[in-house]
T-cell receptor, first 112, second 111 residues
Framework: EAGVTQSPTHLIKTRGQQATLRCSPI?????VYWYQQALGLGLQFLLW???????NRGNFPPRFSGRQFPNYSSELNVNALELEDSALYLC???????????FGPGTRLLVL | EDQVTQSPEALRLQEGESSSLNCSYT??????LFWYRQDPGKGPEFLFT???AGEEKEKERLKATLTKKESFLHITAPKPEDSATYLC????????????FGQGTRLTINP
């Protein structure tokens, strides 16, 4: 069974640009989560999508946004990139509102 | 505010030398406590979910236990391939699915 997949694996952008990261959940999983893992800061919760709607948001500015598509895949958009947005962005999925979340390999975003 | 503190930050063991990692937490109603393993540059790999005090789960050389204030990850006779960062996270009943992570314990097993 395929796990959570994310694309691209690496992304290099410059300050002020926009980044789009993609995630496909495990088959049968309908809840998708996004986390940021910046150096020295640990994993921080970003967003939760369920049934196509944003259900919860972490302590991040509005330039971090996303959506969930009818096939349950998801997209994270980061606008007006800043240097401190450089991090590993992790997507996770779970069965509908179940506790255990399974993570993908991540997208490494570097902002220059 | 929900918080997770892991100790030690780093641990170096010899192959076969058993030890324990600690995860202390404060949460407003525990829905679940989770252990993950993360290799450098990769996503966290799920290990265990614990729900209530007294619960224990095992997988190969790993055993996780839970009390009302902390969880331990016991590693018995570790091998070099057990080297990784071990992450602990909690989810609150009122937390709307959010996982709150500790900073992790970086474990190195020397052959």
């Amino acid at each position: 069974e395929a796990g959570v997949t994310q694309s691209p694996t690496h992304l290099i952008k410059t300050r002020g640009q926009q980044a789009t990261l993609r995630c496909s959940p495990i088959s049968g999983h309908t809840s998708v989560y996004w986390y940021q893992q910046a150096l020295g800061l640990g994993l921080q919760f970003l967003l939760w999508y369920d049934e196509g709607e944003e259900r919860n948001r972490g302590n991040f500015p509005p330039r971090f946004s996303g959506r969930q598509f009818p096939n349950y895949s998801s997209e994270l958009n980061v606008n007006a990139l800043e240097l401190e947005d450089s991090a590993l962005y992790l997507c996770a999925s779970s069965l509908w509102r179940q506790e255990t979340q399974y993570f993908g390999p991540g997208t490494r975003l570097l902002v220059l | 505010e929900d918080q997770v503190t892991q100790s030690p930050e780093a641990l170096r063991l010899q192959e076969g030398e058993s030890s324990s990692l600690n995860c202390s937490y404060t949460v407003s109603g525990l829905r679940g406590l989770f252990w993950y393993r993360q290799d450098p540059g990769k996503g966290p790999e799920f290990l265990f979910t614990l729900y209530s005090a007294g619960e224990e789960k095992e997988k190969e050389r790993l055993k996780a236990t839970l009390t009302k204030k902390e969880s331990f990850l016991h590693i018995t006779a570790p091998k070099p391939e057990d080297s990784a960062t071990y992450l602990c996270a909690v989810q609150a009943v009122q937390g709307a699915q959010k996982l709150v992570f500790g900073q992790g314990t970086r474990l190195t097993i020397n052959p």
